[in-house]
């Protein structure tokens, strides 16, 4: 990745343009929200989303959530019943998150999602991130601007500490509001579970859909007795190919569909030019493509385990694992 010089501007209108452009670009770019400051690029270019796991240096994909100015825009990506639509008209624009089913029109990058067929999407409130969107007027996946295993970024030098020389430009618009990352609520087949505590507790969910429109019989916080979330998103969330895998492959066995990596070819190339970005940027599409080709089995060259390779090789490993 190239090291650029990181630029710190104060949110106005002149900085929003700029940021936009980057985005444009194919770039990152930190931004305040209501709860945190989110590392921010177009959802819909693979490429720029794996740019995000390169700059913050994370061993693995987890899904992202795709922030958007108003349901309106959300209902392009996702599908709404009932109970989402009641609680996105309580809590939005703010901070909680809803996983939905993936609508497959959405035009969002598969890495986005980690290949599932669900997205987490949000509507922030905070003036930063929201005109942003709206120069972009691209839907933006934003985790938290940190680099991975530190903590959440509430204040401008605590992206600065974390990713200084990693990205273009940091928008400051002071600490934030919320100090936690937004509250995750899956919202799929009829049954609420909240993924993520945060800002908006479970009670206030509930109320939400308490309305008498709602069944709220299948509510669950996730917890166990002491109060512990038992299932958080990120440990539940990850597609998994149906085939078995078969990892460091310099050629393809009988019966095997082999995703080639540089020189090494196959079926299909994560990247003929040995780009490890680009191989982040393709990775679920190729294995769903595995997935569905004629051949029973799956085998994946080698990827080089430096920079995002890493966590192309974890994504792997455990695909390998579970097959
Ligand atoms: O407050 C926030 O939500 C911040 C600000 C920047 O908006 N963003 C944030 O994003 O915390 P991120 O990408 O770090 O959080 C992603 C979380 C992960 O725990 C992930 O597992 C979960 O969302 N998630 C995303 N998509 C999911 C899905 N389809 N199913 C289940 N969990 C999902
Ligand atoms: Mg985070």
Same mark, same amino acid.
């Given at each position: 990745m190239d090291a650029p010089n990181t630029r710190i501007l104060p949110y106005n209108k002149y900085n929003i343009a700029e940021a936009a452009a980057l985005i444009a670009a194919g770039k990152c770019v930190a931004v305040p929200t209501e709860t945190v400051y989110g590392l921010a690029a177009d959802a819909t270019d693979g490429t720029a989303v794996a740019g995000i796991y390169a700059a913050k240096g994370r061993p693995s994909f987890n899904p992202l959530i795709v922030h958007v100015l108003d349901i309106g825009a959300a209902k392009k990506l996702a599908a709404f019943d009932a109970r989402a639509e009641a609680l996105a008209a309580a809590f939005w624009p703010g901070p909680l998150t809803l996983v939905l089913p993936l609508k497959p029109s959405s035009g969002i990058a $598969?890495?986005?999602?980690?290949?599932?067929?669900?997205?987490?999407?949000? +509507?922030?409130?905070?003036? %930063?991130?929201?005109?942003?969107?709206?120069?972009?007027?691209?839907?933006?996946? %934003?985790?938290?601007?940190?680099?991975?295993?530190?903590?959440?970024?509430?204040?401008?030098?605590? +992206? &600065?500490?974390?990713?200084? #020389?990693?990205?273009?430009?940091?928008? @400051?618009?002071?600490?934030?509001?919320? /100090?936690?990352?937004?509250?995750? +609520?899956?919202? +799929? *087949? /009829?049954?609420?579970r909240i993924l993520r505590h945060g800002p908006i507790t479970g009670a206030q969910v509930l109320a939400a859909l308490s309305d008498g429109k709602h069944k709220v019989d299948r509510f669950d916080t996730g917890e166990d %007795?002491?109060?512990?979330?038992?299932?958080? /998103?990120?440990? $539940?969330?990850?597609? &998994? =190919?149906?085939? =078995?895998?078969?990892?460091?492959?310099?050629?393809?066995?009988?019966?095997?569909?082999?995703?080639? *990596?540089? @020189?090494? %070819? #196959?079926?299909?190339?994560?990247?003929?030019?040995?780009?490890?970005?680009?191989?982040?940027?393709?990775? *679920? @599409?190729?294995?769903?493509?595995?997935?569905?080709?004629?051949?029973?089995?799956i085998a994946v060259a080698p990827i080089p385990e430096h920079g995002i390779g890493e966590a192309i090789n974890d994504r792997l490993r455990r695909a390998a694992y579970r097959a």
């Open positions: $598969s890495l986005v999602t980690a290949g599932l067929e669900t997205i987490a999407i949000r +509507v922030p409130a905070h003036r %930063a991130m929201r005109a942003l969107l709206e120069a972009c007027g691209k839907p933006l996946a %934003a985790p938290s601007a940190n680099a991975s295993g530190t903590i959440s970024p509430t204040r401008v030098e605590h +992206v &600065a500490h974390s990713l200084d #020389g990693r990205i273009p430009l940091i928008l @400051d618009d002071g600490p934030t509001r919320q /100090g936690i990352e937004s509250t995750i +609520v899956r919202e +799929v *087949f /009829g049954m609420t %007795a002491e109060g512990k979330i038992e299932a958080p /998103g990120q440990l $539940s969330s990850h597609y &998994a =190919p149906r085939k =078995p895998l078969r990892i460091d492959a310099r050629e393809a066995a009988e019966g095997e569909w082999m995703i080639g *990596f540089g @020189d090494i %070819a #196959g079926d299909d190339n994560l990247s003929p030019g040995g780009d490890l970005t680009e191989a982040a940027a393709r990775l *679920f @599409d190729l294995l769903h493509k595995a997935d569905a080709s004629g051949k029973p089995d």
